[in-house]
Every structure is written in C-alpha cells, then in structure tokens.
C-alpha cells in the first residue's frame, strides 16, 4: 500500500511543479484582465447564438418565452420550402457576387495608386475612408436623390444605354443601387488595409523590378499583386461576411415600412429574418433562418481559408 501512495506522490508532483512554474508567469494576471472581455464576448456573442440554435428547433410563442413547444427540424424543413426563403437566398448571393469582386478589384488599385503619390498621400487615405465612418442612413438618403429620375447620377448613367429611372424604386435596379452605395461605403476601409499591406512589400523589389526594365504596370502585377495576397484573402473573407449581413441599406430605400421594397428586390436574408422576427413574431422560424446563416458565413470563413495562401506562401 506504502508503494502506491509513494507512486501516487510521484505521478502529482509534476503536475504541482506545472501548477507553481504556471503561477508564478504573468499568465495568471494576464487572465485575470482578460476576464470580464471574456465575460462579455460570451454573453453578447456566444450566448445569444445558443439561444437562437435552442429556438430554432422550437415553436415560440409571440415574444412569450415561456410558452415554447419542441418542434424538432419542422422550421428548418419549411424554410427550404418556402420560396421567400430562397429568393432572399439568391438575392444575397447576386448582392454578395456584385459587391467582393468591385470592392476589392477597386481597393487594390486605388491603394496602388496611393502608394505611389508623393503629396497628400495621408489627406487622400483620410478621404478615401471618411464614408466608412459616415451615417449608413445620411449617406444611402444622398445617393436616394443622385439616382432619382432626373438626378446627377440617374442622367449621367443613362447616357451609357441605362435608364433615366428612380433605381431605388425600380425592381430591376434597386439591388444594384445598393450595390453602389455599398461599395462606396466599404472601399474605404479596404484601401487602408491594402494601403498598410503595401508597405510591407521590401522596397528592394521594386527597385529590383525597375532594374529589370518592367514599368509601373508590370510591378503592379510582378510585386504588388504577389505582395498582397495575404490581405487580399482576408479582405474577400471579411467583404463576403459583412455583405452576405447587409440591412441598414436596404432599410433606408424602404422607409421602414415594406422591407425588401421594391417588390421584393431587395429582400436579403437578413431582411427575410427581421421580418419573420419582428413584424410576423415566428421567433423560432426566424431563429432557423439565423442558424443558416451562421452556417453559410462559418462555411464562408473556411473555404477562404482552404483557398486562400498558405503561411508559406504569405
């Protein structure tokens, strides 16, 4: 029995050296300043997506809490069955398609083009991310009255074949319309991003590139573009997220009143939820349909992982 106990000492005292070696770190203190960030994350972040995974599995009663009933996988069998459901789907999909590629495409060469510049390099930058910073509200009810029939914008584009028309009001443009003050809101944001990537890139590069003969053209390709990759993969990751969320807009064009207006164009997913949310009080179809979308943005973030450059390769 002696033997034992002695074995038994001896197997812990490796774990009380790891417990002292551990306490004596800043570990502990750095834990403990940590904690009430931790706290928080969790309860505004991880609690509210449990709760929305627990309702979607359940039939609420309106904003009654108390009188729930276990439905099982009926709300998620009738989301896929509900043609709203899809066509908020693909209308998301269509905004998300029209948004990343302009959006990054457009960030990449207005940073290029940045970095080059030799005066007002930081009021330019300022400028670029100001919309960014800007009311959601102040700057969609500006473009409401560029792109109003008759409007600077609206005649403007029309003299390249696209109508003179209120494009807020029109089923077959209102999505692009929020597709361009979309775009003109977040680019800023990207440029910075792409702005502080570049200046990572050695300047021995280029100089090397010039050596070479290659022009400013040929090093945007050769150097910058290669340079960049990592921030290009992190920007088309965190354009999908945020855009695939888009509401403010599409809220504003419609006045508060009928969401997804016109006709239906507008109605992303997450209009389709606030709708089933807070105006029909279906809480757990709702809770479904933003169990969805958490998946279709977790699954977002892993592709462009897979896809995206590999630490080598940054």
């Known amino acids: 029995m002696s033997a034992i106990k002695s074995s038994i000492r001896a197997a812990r005292r490796p774990t009380s050296s790891r417990r002292r070696a551990w306490l004596r770190t800043d570990n502990p203190a750095a834990w403990l300043m940590l904690a009430p960030a931790v706290v928080l994350l969790l309860w505004w972040f991880a609690y509210p997506i449990a709760q929305s995974v627990v309702l979607s599995v359940q039939q609420v009663g309106k904003f009654d809490f108390d009188q729930r009933s276990f439905v099982g996988l009926q709300n998620f069998g009738q989301l896929f069955a509900d043609p709203a459901f899809g066509r908020s789907l693909g209308i998301t999909a269509t905004f998300v398609a029209g948004v990343v590629p302009v959006q990054t495409v457009l960030a990449i060469v207005v940073a290029a083009v940045l970095r080059g510049a030799t005066v007002g390099k930081g009021a330019l930058r300022t400028a670029y991310f100001v919309p960014y910073m800007t009311s959601t509200v102040a700057i969609t009810t500006i473009f409401m009255q560029l792109f109003v029939k008759g409007g600077i914008a609206s005649t403007a584009l029309s003299l390249f ?141 892993v592709v462009s992982r897979l896809l995206g450059p590999k630490e080598q390769d940054a």
């Open 161 to 301: 074949g696209l109508p003179n028309a209120t494009w807020y009001a029109s089923p077959g443009l209102a999505l692009w319309f929020l597709v361009i003050v979309y775009v003109y809101m977040f680019v800023g944001l990207y440029i910075v991003i792409f702005v502080g990537g570049m200046e990572t890139i050695p300047a021995d590069l280029y100089e090397a590139a010039e050596m070479d003969g290659a022009g400013a053209f040929r090093q945007f390709l050769s150097v910058t573009l290669p340079g960049v990759r990592p921030f290009t993969a992190f920007v088309v990751l965190t354009g999908i997220i945020q855009a695939i969320q888009v509401f403010d807009q599409a809220y504003v064009i419609s006045g508060g009143t009928v969401l997804g207006s016109p006709a239906g164009a507008t109605s992303t997913i997450v209009i389709f939820i606030y709708q089933q949310a807070f105006r029909l009080s279906n809480i757990g179809y709702a809770s479904a349909a933003t169990v969805i979308l958490l998946a279709i943005v977790i699954l977002a973030g």
